[in-house]
């Protein structure tokens, strides 16, 4: 189901019929559908003649799981293989894009030699020996402005008034600024001496015909922009963002600012995933709310015109987690259950060339399997190398903190001056933990935790929302 003017979702009614199949009707759009439910929790028979690649974990359980480490070889291994598109944008749209080609100059930066002060050019030659007590006079034979063109020739004796940026004429070799020149009439008296080029902004001393400028894959920052614009390139190729598709599934979900019914929720994740999408580079494709039923959630897959799809909830064992099934029927879910803590339900896998993850449906499992996983792979198609889009600073552990061997935990916590606070590890659905924490750091598998005074690296969310620094260079883990 999906709720184009982007209202409540709600759940979609049962109605009673009389024919042998239920049927739902939408009270938002106005739908009604039959549901033929070819997908039933599975009995035992069912799953014993499943293909040994993909295991129907629906109300029997995860049996194994993958490691992090794994998950992103999967990533890696995918990311490998994706098409890069471009496309040609003006360069006023530039920033926050990726380059798709590499650009040289096709001209010298600055284009002439222009003056760096303002003041007087002259022949350096001609101010040796200048001094407060012994200054040269000169003649003022014209003056040189910037964007005008200087046709004098400078003989010895003679200067022009000359203002910054503008072209130093021929036979000067050197710019006197206005505060060592005393000005009378037509004549200076110069109180400094200058050697050739002083203050002469030379001919492609920025950049010269052929240079450099933007390497292919690079994240266009507003300097790179900037840097387009002063070699007088109109418009930059750049890579089309991956189109990212979010499923929201949940019969208990309704959109913010409705009635709340009982026993229903406000929806959470797509606004978080949206920014998170964004702030990755990716290009938001659609949002579809659909109601946990396998017709819906299989249409909204096959659709065309994404390039990951990131579905949220009903990635675990319950009788209604139908995407992991789905998703193995459609394409494949090589990855599925991961031994962290929390997120460990999350699903990754393909349908056809659109990568799909599976984020569980509880906020903070959803923000952390994101993070660790579909954003990676998004950032990865950016050409965006970095394993976090998080600054990272290291800080000293406050209190001790365990984990079982063999399970990576992403722990929430508080950075007041260089201690960390840890917050939380488990609590999987109380959003506000992400809100209240500075950011997290990570227990590897192959740790049993940290004890207290363990210098750790600590992800910081956002450092505008927490513009604490610390200074300990070196962590005690890595
Ligand atoms: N027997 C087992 N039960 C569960 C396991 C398990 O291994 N064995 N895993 C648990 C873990 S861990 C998680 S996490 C959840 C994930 O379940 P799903 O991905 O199927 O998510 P849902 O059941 O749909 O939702 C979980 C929770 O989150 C709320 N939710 C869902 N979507 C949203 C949203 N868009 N905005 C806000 N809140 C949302 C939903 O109402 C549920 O409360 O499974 C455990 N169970
Ligand atoms: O991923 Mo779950 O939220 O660990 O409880």
Redesign the pocket.
């Not at 208990?252 to 580079?281: C, K, M, W």
């Given at each position: 189901m999906e709720t184009g003017d982007g209202k409540r979702l709600g759940n979609p009614f049962l109605r009673n019929d009389s024919s042998s199949h239920p049927q739902f009707h939408c009270q938002y759009t106005g739908n009604t559908f039959r549901v033929p439910l070819p997908i039933e929790t599975p009995t035992w028979q069912a799953l014993m003649q499943q293909p040994p690649s993909f295991r129907d974990?629906r109300?029997s359980?995860?049996r194994d799981r993958n490691s992090v480490a794994e998950a992103w070889e999967w990533i890696d291994s995918q990311s490998s293989s994706f098409p890069q598109v471009s496309e040609t944008v003006p360069l006023s749209s530039a920033y926050g894009r990726w380059a798709a080609t590499t650009i040289t100059s096709p001209i010298n930066v600055p284009p002439f030699d222009r003056s760096a002060m303002d003041g007087f050019a002259v022949i350096a030659d001609d101010t040796t020996g200048a001094t407060n007590f012994q200054p040269t006079t000169m003649r003022i034979v014209g003056h040189s402005y910037p964007g005008t063109p200087c046709t004098i020739s400078l003989k010895s004796g003679e200067c022009v008034q000359i203002m910054t940026g503008a072209p130093i004429p021929e036979g000067a070799d050197a710019v006197v600024p206005i505060e060592y020149v005393d000005v009378s009439s037509d004549r200076i008296r110069v109180t400094t001496t200058v050697g050739p080029m002083k203050n002469i902004g030379r001919i492609g001393e920025d950049l010269k015909v052929g240079d450099a400028v933007i390497q292919q894959g690079q994240f266009l920052r507003p300097q790179d922009v900037a840097v387009l614009a002063s070699i007088g390139a109109p418009e930059v190729s750049v890579l089309l963002p991956p189109r990212v598709r979010i499923i929201?599934?949940?019969n208990?979900?309704v959109q913010p600012g409705t009635d709340l019914p009982d026993h229903q929720?406000?929806?959470?994740?797509?606004f978080?995933l949206r920014g998170a999408v964004t702030r990755d580079g990716g290009q938001i494709e659609s949002i579809q709310f659909v109601a946990?039923d396998p017709q819906s959630i299989r249409a909204a897959l096959e659709q065309s015109g994404a390039d990951i799809i990131l579905i949220?909830?009903?990635?675990?064992?319950?009788a209604?987690?139908y995407?992991p099934q789905l998703v193995a029927d459609l394409g494949e879910l090589p990855i599925h259950?991961i031994r962290m803590?929390?997120?460990?339900?999350t699903g990754m896998g393909r349908i056809e060339s659109t990568v799909i993850f599976?984020?569980?449906?509880?906020?903070?499992?959803?923000m952390c399997a994101y993070d660790f996983f579909a954003g990676r792979f998004l950032r990865k198609l950016c050409n965006d190398t970095r394993d976090w889009p998080f600054p990272a600073t290291i800080g000293e552990l406050a209190k001790k903190v365990s984990s079982p061997l063999g399970r990576t935990d992403y722990c929430r916590a508080q950075l007041r001056g260089n201690q960390i606070h840890p917050l939380a590890i488990s609590g999987?659905?109380i959003?506000s933990s992400t809100t209240r924490a500075d950011g997290f750091f990570i227990i590897p598998e192959e740790s049993e935790g940290f004890s207290s005074g363990t210098r750790v690296p600590i992800y910081i969310y956002d450092d505008r929302r927490s513009p604490q620094r610390v200074s300990n260079p070196q962590p005690d883990i890595v």
């Amino acid at each position: 189901m999906e709720t184009g003017d982007g209202k409540r979702l709600g759940n979609p009614f049962l109605r009673n019929d009389s024919s042998s199949h239920p049927q739902f009707h939408c009270q938002y759009t106005g739908n009604t559908f039959r549901v033929p439910l070819p997908i039933e929790t599975p009995t035992w028979q069912a799953l014993m003649q499943q293909p040994p690649s993909f295991r129907d974990v629906r109300m029997s359980g995860f049996r194994d799981r993958n490691s992090v480490a794994e998950a992103w070889e999967w990533i890696d291994s995918q990311s490998s293989s994706f098409p890069q598109v471009s496309e040609t944008v003006p360069l006023s749209s530039a920033y926050g894009r990726w380059a798709a080609t590499t650009i040289t100059s096709p001209i010298n930066v600055p284009p002439f030699d222009r003056s760096a002060m303002d003041g007087f050019a002259v022949i350096a030659d001609d101010t040796t020996g200048a001094t407060n007590f012994q200054p040269t006079t000169m003649r003022i034979v014209g003056h040189s402005y910037p964007g005008t063109p200087c046709t004098i020739s400078l003989k010895s004796g003679e200067c022009v008034q000359i203002m910054t940026g503008a072209p130093i004429p021929e036979g000067a070799d050197a710019v006197v600024p206005i505060e060592y020149v005393d000005v009378s009439s037509d004549r200076i008296r110069v109180t400094t001496t200058v050697g050739p080029m002083k203050n002469i902004g030379r001919i492609g001393e920025d950049l010269k015909v052929g240079d450099a400028v933007i390497q292919q894959g690079q994240f266009l920052r507003p300097q790179d922009v900037a840097v387009l614009a002063s070699i007088g390139a109109p418009e930059v190729s750049v890579l089309l963002p991956p189109r990212v598709r979010i499923i929201v599934t949940g019969n208990e979900l309704v959109q913010p600012g409705t009635d709340l019914p009982d026993h229903q929720i406000y929806e959470a994740n797509s606004f978080l995933l949206r920014g998170a999408v964004t702030r990755d580079g990716g290009q938001i494709e659609s949002i579809q709310f659909v109601a946990d039923d396998p017709q819906s959630i299989r249409a909204a897959l096959e659709q065309s015109g994404a390039d990951i799809i990131l579905i949220s909830g009903g990635s675990s064992v319950g009788a209604e987690d139908y995407a992991p099934q789905l998703v193995a029927d459609l394409g494949e879910l090589p990855i599925h259950g991961i031994r962290m803590r929390p997120s460990s339900p999350t699903g990754m896998g393909r349908i056809e060339s659109t990568v799909i993850f599976l984020l569980p449906g509880n906020p903070v499992s959803c923000m952390c399997a994101y993070d660790f996983f579909a954003g990676r792979f998004l950032r990865k198609l950016c050409n965006d190398t970095r394993d976090w889009p998080f600054p990272a600073t290291i800080g000293e552990l406050a209190k001790k903190v365990s984990s079982p061997l063999g399970r990576t935990d992403y722990c929430r916590a508080q950075l007041r001056g260089n201690q960390i606070h840890p917050l939380a590890i488990s609590g999987a659905s109380i959003l506000s933990s992400t809100t209240r924490a500075d950011g997290f750091f990570i227990i590897p598998e192959e740790s049993e935790g940290f004890s207290s005074g363990t210098r750790v690296p600590i992800y910081i969310y956002d450092d505008r929302r927490s513009p604490q620094r610390v200074s300990n260079p070196q962590p005690d883990i890595v």
